[in-house]
């Protein structure tokens, strides 16, 4: 697993041992971020959050493609610091917690973010969770997304204030729910 472009380009990134995790496949990233692309600029001012961070794959990606800073969410952040660590990014903020807590203190800081990712353990629940409260807690900014990977079979609801803009399925695994503020007209 590495990071696809930006200023990291090729940084190989530290994985957990065991069965334990699935971290988002290269394929899957760079079609992601391809079809992001297509969606939004990296502007120098973009802020992301990475839920189920895990290795931190998906927000430090969006660090070396020009984010502006990213803030992580896990409950084992090992692995996530090291990552950060080798990428030499500055502009990071680890919270080791339970995603709902984390979710419940970044809102009452009034903090809102450009993207969030939310790629949970499959069949955990956790995709639809995830998402109620990013949209309950007003985490999105007017025009951000809020991109949810999770099992292919498992099938989430648009959050009230939000509308889905995109699915993509990647096989019989893994699919990406892409949603956006009601009225944004990405």
């Known amino acids: 697993m590495r990071i696809i472009t930006g200023n990291v380009k090729g940084l190989h990134l530290k994985t957990a041992a065991g069965l334990a995790t699935r971290p988002t496949s290269d394929r ?14 990296f502007p120098e001012t973009a802020t992301v959050l990475d839920i189920f961070a895990g290795t931190g794959a998906l927000g430090l990606e969006s660090l070396s493609r020009g984010a502006n800073s990213a803030t992580f969410i896990d409950t084992s ?44 353990p499959y069949a955990s629940g956790f995709a639809q969770i995830s998402a109620n409260l990013v949209a309950e807690l007003n985490l999105l900014t ?45």
Not at 28 to 41: Q, R
Not at 159 to 174: F, M, N, Q, V
Request: with cysteine; proline share 3%.
């Open 28 to 41: 899957v990233k760079e079609s992601l971020f391809s079809i992001l692309n297509g969606l939004i600029d």
């Open 77 to 120: 952040t090992n692995v996530l610091l090291e990552n950060i660590r080798r990428a030499r990014f500055q502009n990071c903020k680890v919270l080791r917690d339970d995603f709902r807590k984390a979710l419940r203190k970044i809102s009452a800081q009034n903090l809102q973010f450009d993207l969030v990712f939310s790629d949970p």
């Open 142 to 186: 007017s025009s951000g997304l809020l991109i949810v990977e999770h099992g292919a079979g498992e099938n989430l609801t648009a959050p009230d204030k939000l509308e889905l803009a995109r699915k993509i399925s990647y096989g019989h695994t893994t699919a990406i729910d892409i949603f956006q503020p009601k009225g944004s007209g990405l």
